[in-house]
């Protein structure tokens, strides 16, 4: 099943807890023939409980607070990159290069949104470097899928062959993907207690005081950080000067975070001073590409005894493409994904990039609920989450055919989470006054920051007098000094 409980036990939550929580159910939200508003409404329902529950850890009457997850919020959170608008301007989301394309015996789909993922496709095709669709399309009609992916990663680059879920189920991959839990966590030494200073004001912001360094890219790493900016930390995204990165993409998860830049060769001293205050490191490159640099969990809770690491990767950490590249369209087109929800003529897609932004809102509840395990029982902590493990839980939960009318946490129609709030209405994104619906449209923030107007999504994650958005607009990529605030 793709619920809430699910999302919650893979995370060691308490169940008595999501008696807390409370749904509000849009029956047409992020439409599919999988069960992608189950999986995104329990992912964001999980990381909302993970929040309150650390609140209430933190807060002086230690009641969590009630959760309240609201179809709505969380669709338009699940398409945040189509609803941006800077200055009026619509995002770029995909290059000519990145897309589906016909090869001699199927379908094979690439990613080249960054120059260098371009270069390498192109290249490993035996085109030039200023090839366009059209001679792309030519060469990959005269090659087989399988081919063409093996060609391209060879290369450095990205591009998966359609499968079936039967044929990806009996890949090796998706056998060591099957054999893992869908959070994996764990301890890495007997670090001290976590001792927290107590949560005062309004809004509860449970990470207040904590600080985050942000090591991801792509999508799902950025989202769990612009979720515990959200929740109070100081979250600093760390990136590489030659490694730049797509404007539009570090506007939308830029919110609540700061940017710099440091060679971890040449900046290393910096790094080091950064990670001797951090509380929690969040990677998003391919498993052990960072390793080199000392940046593996027990290399750093080495260095600084009590930290969180959180990693999330594509593929996984195991099997055999554990060290490719992947992104969640890639994903979705390898585990089956892509052939369900297409037709004979053509494959297609979910709703929303629902492996990236679903993951992301779990790599942010398990940290949460890292923080609080360690407040109970100590340890430095690692807890790993991958695009693909994801996946095989949403096309799991579509092939147990499960009820969504039924269960807890409680579930209530539009109208009827309209009705009777009490005290609690205006908490969340603005809760209707009645019993018309009020719309995604009423989802959406503005604000004026440093690289222009912004009209955004604002964050589903939602409880009783936490966070309703960013305490700041994102700034330009790699412009803040690299120093905790």
Known sequence: MTDIKVAWSALGGDPALLARVSTVVREDALPARLPVRDLARACVGACALAGAELAARRASHGRTPAVRVDDDAVATAFVSERRLLIDGRAPVLFAPLSRFWRTADGWVRTHANYPHHRERLLHALGLPADAGPAAVDRTLAERAALDVEDTVYAAGGLAVALRTPGEWAAHAQAAAIAARPLVERGRLDAAHTRTFTPLDGTPLLPAAGLRVLDLTRVLAGPVATRTLALLGADVLRVDAPGLPELVDQHADTGFGKRSTLLDLTADRRAFEELLGSADVVVTGYRPGALDRFGLSPEALAERRP????????????????????????????????????????????????????????????????????????????????????????????????????????????????????????????????????????????????????????????????????????????????????
């Open 306 to 485: 009590g930290l969180v690491v959180a990693q999330v990767s594509a593929w996984g950490a195991y099997g055999p493409w554990s060290a490719r590249r992947g992104f969640d369209s890639l994903v979705q087109v390898a585990t089956g994904i892509a052939a369900t929800e297409g037709s004979a003529e053509r494959p297609g897609a979910l709703p929303a990039q629902a492996l990236d932004h679903g993951t992301g809102y779990l790599l942010a509840a398990a940290v949460l609920r890292a923080l609080t395990e360690q407040s109970h029982e100590g340890g430095s902590r690692f807890v790993r989450l991958a695009l693909a493990r994801t996946a095989a839980w949403l096309t799991e939960g579509a092939r147990m055919g499960e009820d969504e009318g039924k269960g807890t946490p409680k579930e209530e129609t539009a109208a009827e989470g309209a009705r009777g709030r009490g005290a609690e209405s205006g908490e969340g994104h603005g809760e209707q006054g009645g019993a018309d619906r009020a719309g995604p449209e009423s989802r959406l923030g503005e604000a004026e920051g440093p690289i222009g107007r912004l009209r955004y999504a604002l964050p589903p994650v939602s409880f009783d007098g936490g966070p309703h958005d960013w305490a700041r607009p994102p700034g330009p990529w790699g412009a803040d000094p690299a120093r905790w605030l």
